[in-house]
C-alpha cells in the first residue's frame, strides 16, 4: 500500500504514513523486509559449487574409498587435501547429514567420564599401546589379535593373529615394531621408549615384563576401569573391527589373518588421521623424517 499514489495529490503514501495510520511499527517493518531478504539470498560469497553438485561429489567419494563408516571430517580432508576442493568442513557436515550419508556407527554415548590426561606424543618411539582382542572363526573357533600402535601418529607397527592369546603371542606385535623401527631386538635398543597396556593376564605375566625391560621399554599401565587411558590402540582395534570384522564370517585363523595384514597395510597408507593434520600414518612419518634431513 506503501507503493500506491494517492488520487488527491498524485504522490505516494510512503512507508511512514503507512505504518503510522496502522499503528504498525516502521522498526517492526524493517526488521521483517530484512529477514524476508536474508532467507531469499545466503549471505557471503557465492560457492564455486553447489550444494546438489557437492552432494554427488561426496557421495562419489564415499562409493570409491576403501573404507566404510567415515565420518564428515575424513571425507572433508579427502575433498580438500586429495582432490583440491576450497570447501568448509561444517558445510560438508550439513550435506552429508541432509542427505542421510553420515557414518551409522556415530551413535550418542551418554554421559562419559572424560580423561584429562594427555597420552598423544610430539614425536615418533615415544610410546607405543598395545591391546588384545578376540574374533570368532567358524573352524578354529575365537582366535586372537594383538597389536602396538605407535601413540604419535597412529601408525600400526606390529599386529599378530593366532590361536592361542597368551603372553608369548601378545608379545609378537612389540617385537614385530622393534624389528622395523629400531633394526632388531636386542638389550636396551629401545630405551626411551614406554609402552602402555592394561592389566591383562597377558601383560602382567613375568615373561611379558621381562621381556619389555630387557629392550629397554619402560612398562606404562592404563588406568582401571579407563580404557581411554590406552585410548590409541582400543581406537585402532574399534577401527578395524568397523571395517573388515562386523558383519563378515571367517572361516579359520588364516583367513583371519590375510584379513588383517591386508587391511593393517592399507589403514597405514591411507587412513588419515585429524591429530596429525589429515594426513595418513605413512605420510605423517614421511614428512617426519624430511623435516629432519633439511
Not at 193 to 210: A, E, I, V
Not at 225 to 250: D, S
Request: hydrophobic share 35%.
Amino acid at each position: 500500500m506503501s507503493a500506491e499514489k494517492s488520487p488527491c495529490v498524485g504522490k505516494r503514501y510512503g512507508i511512514e504514513r503507512v505504518c503510522r495510520i496502522a499503528g504498525y511499527p516502521r522498526s517492526s517493518f524493517y526488521s521483517k523486509k530484512r529477514e524476508s531478504k536474508s532467507e531469499s539470498k545466503k549471505r557471503g560469497p557465492k560457492p564455486s559449487i553447489t550444494d546438489a553438485q557437492l552432494y554427488e561429489i561426496i557421495k562419489e567419494d564415499l562409493a570409491i574409498s576403501p573404507f566404510s563408516g567415515e565420518g564428515h571430517r575424513k571425507v572433508w580432508a579427502r575433498l580438500k587435501y586429495g582432490q583440491g576442493y576450497r570447501l568448509s568442513r561444517k558445510r560438508v557436515l550439513r550435506i552429508m547429514r541432509e542427505g542421510n550419508l553420515l557414518s551409522p556407527y556415530r551413535r550418542p554415548q551418554g554421559e562419559p567420564n572424560l580423561h584429562t590426561g594427555e597420552i598423544i606424543t610430539k614425536n615418533p618411539n615415544e610410546m607405543w599401546g598395545t591391546d588384545g582382542t578376540r574374533v570368532f572363526t567358524l573352524k578354529d573357533g575365537y582366535a586372537w589379535i594383538f597389536n602396538a600402535v605407535e601413540h604419535w601418529n597412529g601408525e600400526c607397527v606390529g599386529v599378530h593373529v593366532s590361536k592361542r592369546g597368551d603372553r608369548f603371542a601378545a608379545m609378537e606385535p612389540i617385537l614385530m615394531g622393534i624389528s622395523a623401527q629400531f633394526g632388531r631386538p636386542g638389550a636396551d635398543v629401545a630405551r626411551g621408549l614406554s609402552l602402555r597396556m592394561d592389566h591383562g593376564s597377558q601383560y602382567l605375566s613375568d615373561h611379558f615384563q621381562k621381556q619389555v625391560r630387557f629392550l629397554g621399554i619402560a612398562p606404562s599401565f592404563a588406568f582401571l576401569r579407563e580404557p581411554e587411558t590406552n585410548g590409541v590402540a582400543e581406537r585402532f582395534f574399534r577401527t578395524l573391527k568397523e571395517q573388515i570384522i562386523y558383519g563378515k564370517t571367517f572361516n579359520d585363523v588364516e583367513e583371519l589373518r590375510e584379513a588383517v595384514s591386508g587391511f593393517v597395510e592399507l589403514y597405514n597408507r591411507e587412513w588419515r588421521l585429524e591429530k596429525i593434520g589429515f594426513m595418513s600414518p605413512v605420510e605423517a612419518r614421511k614428512a617426519y623424517d624430511l623435516k629432519l634431513a633439511a
